[in-house]
């Protein structure tokens, strides 16, 4: 077995550019459900706009990606209203069923063929996507990595792509230490206490709403500019469910929970995934074939999704003070 | 405790385990890998020319058409997700798909020959084409059809909806109960048992393992802990993704059906056409679910359960044994859930995911109806499964979920306790 | 409607002296009321929780509102704060208008309400609890929030006013715990504390005694005194008559979603309806026929 070669592939994995999709996801979700206690199980909705945003300029109208850009955060600013006015006032369970509803809601439109013009119905977009941003890669154009395996263009993307996920979270920083941050952890705690302080709630979780929609949004960017293609299919609420289990790992609530999480979540997965394939390559193993990889992969996600909140909600780094008063 | 509740993850795993091995492990990878399948119709007629086409998930496209005995081989690269869809403009005239779902779908390969089922009927029954019959006569058609839809829904949902009321559980894995049940007959019936006695020994297997071994070995230890609802939520959401790959991993991406009963044609009963399974099966819902209602509002444990359901503190207080009355209704959920996966599989197929592409209708039934409301369930699913048929009058079959879930978000909005809910207090 | 008092006079005597000739009746009127309600009435189902003909508080007193469990008082407390919605009723605040206000903006208003269910957010500081208390802070706008010498200045005048009032609640040793960490006791006082934060002309404490230690009691007692001397209007619900007959200037009873009597403490106690109400509900539904009677006795009284 090749040891150095299921490293390689795993680091590359845990900081990739699929990796980066999820931690934008993480981010957004980070201020909505860990500091301001939404419950939002759409939250693969914000990335689809995202992605959808640069498809349908960029393919079907034809214009730049930059405007793309622009248009996925409007976009998902919108998508935020649209989602938050009816549900922002529900109990937690209903706006996790309302949210999860809407994405799956409008996952179904995009891919439904009566809008195949616009949004290429079941097949989604695919094509030439990042154009401008590729042009712009300072790369030479023979440059490898010792040991990561990334092209020259997923390199682009990586780098740009944790440059740009270190300023969300150094935005992210800055919120939640104001009195702005206060205000959305006193909602998290108990809503009615902070009504009867004065405070309009709905506006302020609309705010963490609309600002976690649109950080996510920028991974739903990413994904189409780096892998050049949009599928309706690939937003299934699993995914909001995965960057659950990141943010639960990395520890909700923790400015640098998404990054933790998204990296050791990656690099479990991966790493799972390259050695069993090798085990069974090897014929190590010989009741599994390497089909069977990716099922158990989810298996295990499952799993730790469930391991995870039982015995550590806190997170892997949380402190045993905070685990006391978890009362929830 | 911590022990106590990994060893349970341990047996439950365990015990899906030795169920499925009879399913059989998915077989070792052929040279090649193929998506194949056989086109024809009720009456065993080949349907020649319909192309099938299969999507990579970057984008790349193969595809394959019928041949003279209806044979359709898709040639895929590798093993991975496709969306496979069926050219629907390539039928031939007067045939249409049985599920609209089958005109697109998304497919996990893991390799060698994987087998398709398309169900085709003749004079478009419930097919994605136009009925040709006159609009009332239509309406009259997806009203029956969306009863028999609101029975499935109602099955599912009941227990849903018990353990809503009785523990607080939003459960995200009640899908999967479908799913397990579905399954559970699935590999009996693959080992040459009739799917008339499978499904039976399959409900009852379903009640007590997914049903009460499910709250033994998870969620009663989660209750001792005092974990939070939310927290027990994203548990439930954690089970259903292990479940579902766990089904992934010993059945394949792809749908099957029974032995029994696959391609059974259709008949004409005055101006509603169905199959004779649909409506035996119909009948049998209407049975299971008004032998729970009664069971309900007559026997004692189904009084206790009520009074649980309105207050578990004071039912306790009362000398009701709570546990007790929470295991009985895991039993009871599981089992009527494990009947309507069945009779998805009977009347559609079973797929790994099928419980997962309930789900949401299910919510939509439970919050219209009142979440944790006994009757709610019942009342909720009908409304759905009638409106969410009608629908398709005017937008296409492949949304018809859109409307339910519309119909959902809209009642939220405006009446949040449901239809026949409560509102909950306030400070 | 009698002539108002002087506004500057304030603190016990002054309250007793302004109610000395408010008549002892349900709904009775006062001579400077700062909440005027009437006909305020919500339903549950087929059960009238609070249906108040008409009811005034005096500013700068400590009425007591007293009544068996399940009388609505609580219900009352949401309805006035705008918790929830009532089914008809309209009520003024300082002679404007709030029916329908949203909750927040009467809390601006300075119409504060804790909870009977302590609501202290656990996985915050308890100077974080305080710190939200405090109006108008530009640091809470999330585009200035960003840029933090706009609201510096501001959070650390707020701090020092926090810091104030948990030395006279006896928090001050406290302020970096976690405010889920506080016994029982602890969080009402954090909760009151939190609630004047906000600079409040009114109180209204949902059962603030419950569930505190005997020792605990008397100094919360103190405080809640001590707010009425400082010219804040004390709003409070009570089960234990001795602690109501202790402190409150004024006592208003509910049995039934209704207002059955009012008057001080003392005549109060002594009043035969009164305790009625609330044996009938000590004994319970053996004598709910005689509690109907009862509300139906005290609406022809109102009438
Ligand atoms: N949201 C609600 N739904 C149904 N009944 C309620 C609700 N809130 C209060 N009640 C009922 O209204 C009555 C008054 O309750 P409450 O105001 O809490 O009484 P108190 O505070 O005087 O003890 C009680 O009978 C209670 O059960
Ligand atoms: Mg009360």
Redesign the pocket.
Known sequence: MDFVQIFSLTITQAVGVTALIYLFAAIGLNVQFGYTGLLNFGQVAFVAAGAYAVGVIVLTFDLGLWLAVVVGVVVSTLLALLLGIPTLRLRADYLAIVTIAASELLRLLVRSIAFKDVFGGAQGLNGKLGQEFHDLNPLPADFTLPVLTWSRQDLWVVIVGWSLALLFTLLVWGLVRSPWGRVVKGIREDEDAVVSLGKNVFVYKMQALIIGGGIAAFGGILWAVAKQSVQPDTFQPDFTFFVYTILLLGGAARVFGPIAGTIIFWFLLAGFGELLSSLINNGYIEFLTPTDVGSIRFMLMGLGLMLLMIFRPQGIFGDRRELALDAR | MLRRVRLALGVLLLATIALFVSGGLSPATAADTTITGTLSTPGGEAVVGVLVTATDADGVLTSGTSDDKGVFVVPLPAGGTYLVEVDITTLPEGITLNNAEDASRSLLVLGGEKRLLIGLSEGGESGISEVESGTSERVIQLFLDGILYGLVIALGAVGMNLVFGTTGLTNFSQGELLSLGAFTALAINTAGVNIIIAAPIAIVFAAFVYGWGQNRILWRPLRRRKTGLIAAMIVSIGLAIFLRYTLVLFFGGAPSSYKQFAGQPGIEIGPFNTTPKALILGLLAVIALTATVTWLQRSRIGKATRAVSDNPALASATGIDVERVISVVWIVGAGLAAFAGIYLGLTQNTVWNMGQRILLVLFAAVILGGLGTIYGAIVGAMVVGIFVQLTTLVIPTEMKTVGALFLMILILMVRPQGLLG?????G | MPAKTDHMATGHAAAVEALRDVPQVPGAPKPDPVVIADHVSRQ??G?K??DVAHVEIQRGAITALI??????????F?LLTGFDKPDTGTWTFNDKSVAGTAPHRLARMGMVRTF?LTKALSRMSVIDNMLLGAHGQSGERVLNALVPFTWRGQERANRERAMVLLERFNLHEKIDDFAGSLSGGQRKLLEMARALMVGPEIVML?EPMAGVNPALTQSLLGHIKNIREEGTTVLF?EHDMDMVHDISDWVIV?AQ?QVIAEGPPDAVMKNPQVIEAYLGSRHGSALTDDGTSLTADSQGGNA
């Open positions: 409560r509102k909950e207090r306030v | 549950f189902g059960l929780a609070v009544g068996p469990n399940g009388a609505g008082k609580t219900t009352l949401n009977q949902d619900v509910m979603g």
